[in-house]
């Protein structure tokens, strides 16, 4: 043989045999299992903001529709569901006239979203054509393994502003009373 050939294929079978292959591949299995519970509180946070952003992008958008079309809007959250629909009768009722602008799906997991509104008994958010609130104002809060994670507090004038625990990890509303995560009106679970 030539010393090419011996020098140039000798070095060009440098390759790995399958035994090491196992190994390597084995060694990456253990350090993912490893690592996987410490990345899924970060997974789960991610899912809680994508909620989040979810319901203010909602609350937005019905303030807009009911500023463009000059009629009253009406933003119904229920389970894993969230209904945007022009109201002509301002009563927060999905009747058959009604028209349907958006629904949208949420999108988690586990936890569960409340709604507090001041009436108490509207269970709705009613924009008028000026983009306020026909109530006082609201809350949404959500709650994941019985503890509040934020809240979206809404004010008359339609504004927005998100809370989040304090050191006693409770989130409290203007008079000073904590959300309470027991009474649930909306379950995302």
């Known amino acids: 043989m030539s010393y090419y050939f011996r020098t140039c294929v000798r070095k060009n079978n440098a390759a790995f045999s399958f035994i090491e292959l196992l190994i390597a591949l084995s060694i990456i299995g253990i350090l ?37 079309r000059h009629a009253a809007i009406v933003l119904r959250y229920s389970a894993n569901n969230q209904i ?25 997991k586990h936890g569960e979203i409340n709604w507090r509104s001041f ?3 509207r269970q709705y958010l009613l924009f ?17 393994a019985g503890l509040p994670s934020w809240a979206i ?7 927005t502003r998100v809370m989040y625990p304090d050191e006693d990890k409770e989130i409290k509303d203007g008079v000073g009373n904590a959300y309470n995560c027991q009474k649930s009106k909306f379950s995302t679970s």
């Open 32 to 68: 993912f299992a490893i690592s996987l519970p410490m990345v899924q509180p970060f997974l789960a946070r991610a899912q809680d903001d994508i909620l989040q952003k979810q319901i203010l992008s909602a609350i937005t958008f019905a303030q807009h529709e009911a500023r463009a």
């Open 153 to 159: 507090m809404i004010s008359k004038t339609g504004r």
């Open 119 to 121: 009436p108490h008994y």
């Open 84 to 108: 945007i629909f022009l109201n002509a009768n301002e009563d927060g009722v999905l009747t058959d006239e009604s028209q349907i602008i958006s629904q949208r799906q949420t999108s988690t």
């Open 128 to 144: 008028s054509p000026t983009g306020m609130l026909q109530a006082d104002n609201g809350t949404f809060w959500h709650c994941h």
